[in-house]
């Protein structure tokens, strides 16, 4: 099987070669939902090695449990449910080792961004770095199933009804996360909104 | 704050997402139009999401460039690691390298005892190779052949030593 080929599989015909043992279809699934994967992860967290670290451990979870992928999901949902789950557990784990020891974690500055400054072309509003910083840190304070559900509707644009299937909770459920956690964005960031509509 | 306000507020997201229904709509709007207080959070809920929708598009941008493929890959093509009780492929262990890094390390980082039917000190030649191993709950046994000497090495660990890392480090 080359990998030109399996750029034309569907994601089912994947999956089911990935169960028959072959691995390059499985690599063809990253390939294919990398982006989106780390995008979300980049979202969640600051710090851009945590995030590429996690996203490497959500496929390799996914490769081990792919028997349980059921057809009745997409597979991006199910793959956004790893991801989430796995960065929610990350991020506890990490706030919990945080707590008990000195937090050498490398902060944010413009010498080390989350994500390359140089391969961000943001547009005059984000160009403001002390907003896009407190921006960075209202994100960061959000619990943590607020701040999955803004990831998921702000960065991916999915809908509710997408998002409660990947959160497993109902749509009113969405609704009220994403209400307290763009509040409390808006209540850390106030001072710049001015102007922005 | 009008005391109805906290209702409509927690609608407002869906209403800015178009998830509302139009009954929803309707009120939301009547609300709004009477309490500047409801309008306001409304703006500025907006202007968080558009806001936030620039810094995520360049972050969406930022990842098109990174591929994290490769390390999957070779993660996942990585045997599976195969704790010391386990019994394993021969050819591994038959190596004089490893069982001169496994003594050199084990004697370095953990208590061990040797028997000798002699009772001299011996020292691991390269020719030693492990012929087998067995783990038991209260500590695991290890059993070296020396070719060169013809000597049979014996060692012990107590359980309390942790072991399976020496083996994932070798391999
Ligand atoms: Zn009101």
């Known amino acids: 099987m080359k990998q030109t080929d399996l750029c034309e599989y569907s994601d089912n015909d994947l999956i089911s070669a990935v169960r028959e043992g072959k691995i390059e279809a499985f690599d063809q699934i990253v390939r294919r939902y990398e982006s989106k994967v780390l995008g979300v992860l980049y979202g969640m967290m600051r710090n851009s090695d945590d995030a590429r670290d996690v996203a490497q451990d959500v496929f390799v979870k996914a490769y081990k449990s792919v028997d349980k992928f059921r057809g009745d999901s997409k597979l991006y949902t199910w793959l956004y449910r790893i991801t989430v789950n796995m960065a929610i557990d990350y991020m506890r784990k990490k706030q919990k080792k945080a707590k008990v020891e000195y937090n050498d974690e490398v902060k944010i500055s413009d010498d080390n961004p989350a994500v390359p400054v140089d391969r961000i072309n943001p547009s005059k509003t984000v160009q403001n770095k002390e907003l896009r910083t407190k921006l960075q840190e209202a994100i960061e304070q959000l619990p943590e199933e607020q701040k999955s559900t803004f990831v998921l509707r702000e960065m991916q644009d999915m809908s509710y009804q997408e998002i409660a299937d990947v959160m497993n909770c109902s749509v009113g459920t969405v609704m009220s996360r994403l209400f307290y956690a763009r509040k409390k964005v808006r209540d850390m960031i106030k001072p710049y909104l001015e102007g922005v509509s | ?171």
């Open chain 2, 1 to 171: 704050m009008n005391k109805n306000c906290e209702q409509f507020q927690i609608l407002l997201s869906g209403y800015m997402d178009g998830e509302l229904s139009a009954e929803q709509v309707k009120q939301l709007e009547q609300h709004s139009a009477s309490c500047p207080e409801c309008a306001e959070l409304a703006a500025d809920l907006k202007a968080v999401s558009a806001v936030t929708r620039e810094y995520f598009s360049g972050v969406r941008q930022a990842v098109q460039g990174i591929s994290i493929a490769d390390e999957v890959y070779a993660r996942l093509e990585e045997p599976a690691v195969i704790p010391m009780a386990q019994p394993r492929s021969r050819n591994v262990f038959m190596k004089p390298w490893f069982s001169a890094a496994v003594a050199a390390g084990l004697a370095i980082f953990f208590g061990f005892y040797f028997f000798f039917p002699s009772g001299k000190d011996y020292n691991v030649s390269q020719n030693t190779c492990v012929v087998d191993s067995v783990e038991t709950r209260k500590g695991s046994v290890m059993v070296f052949k020396d070719s060169a000497t013809d000597t049979t090495i014996i060692w012990l660990f107590s359980a309390a030593t942790d072991m399976t890392n020496s083996g994932e480090s070798v391999s």
